[in-house]
């Protein structure tokens, strides 16, 4: 059964700094990894889309990772701003597209 | 090209009552997925459809259902209501292999 592991829960970093969130996943029969972002009480916007033949994608200032065979992937924020607080959730979808969630990564960026 | 619409964004109801959330796609999706999220539980699948018929279905009891619709909208009904589901509702529209939420639909159970 596909489980799918979010680390740290929660991060509080100064604004400027660049930052690292973790997801991992027991299973690395993908098809492939979604990154989304949830502001409070709001649904999720898709931020990077990553199939299962790919390394990386970029948007912007995020850059996605993905290693199959170590079950890990990676987003990457560059010179974070207050604006990108939210929790960041991962999810590893199958082949019968349906996702398998992290539990999110709550992330404060400090003015 | 208008995004996943969900309504309504919030809902009282009462224990034991039934509720019926709505969700309309992306125009050309065919897929549609409802997702609950508590605080609790986090994220979790509660069914999708494809083309009017439910292709994946997740761990919850047959109180909740759904349907798709001919134009691809669909609706979740949760029959004899707990408090316990209380939570976010949340519905995914796809073509392929990315989804896209709506905003979602707060449900409160008093």
């Known amino acids: 059964k596909q489980e799918v592991t979010q680390i740290p829960a929660a991060l509080s970093v100064p604004e400027g700094e660049n930052l690292v969130l973790n997801c991992s996943f027991t299973d690395s029969a993908i098809y492939n990894l979604q990154w989304f972002r949830q502001d409070p009480g709001k649904g999720l916007t898709s931020l990077l889309l990553i199939q299962s033949s790919q390394r990386e994608q970029t948007s912007g200032r995020l850059n996605a990772s993905l290693d199959k065979s170590s079950g890990r992937s990676t987003l990457y924020i560059a010179a974070s701003q207050p604006g990108d607080s939210a929790t960041y959730l991962c999810?590893?979808?199958?082949?019968?597209?349906?996702?398998?969630w992290g539990a999110g990564t709550k992330l404060i960026i400090k003015p | 090209k208008a995004g996943v619409t969900q309504t309504p964004r919030y809902l009282i109801k009462t224990r034991g009552q039934q509720v019926t959330l709505s969700c309309s796609p992306i125009s050309g999706h065919r897929s549609v997925s409802w997702y609950q999220q508590t605080p609790g539980q986090g994220l979790q699948f509660l069914f999708e459809y494809f083309s009017e018929t439910q292709r994946n279905k997740g761990n919850f009891p047959g109180r909740f259902s759904g349907r798709q619709f001919s134009n691809s909208r669909s609706e979740m009904n949760v029959s004899t209501l707990e408090l316990g589901d209380s939570a976010l509702y949340l519905c995914?529209?796809?073509?392929?292999?990315?989804?896209?939420f709506g905003q979602g639909t707060r449900l409160t159970v008093v």
């Open positions: 995914a529209s796809s073509e392929g292999t990315e989804a896209f």
């Open positions: 999810a590893v979808s199958d082949s019968n597209y349906q996702l398998i």
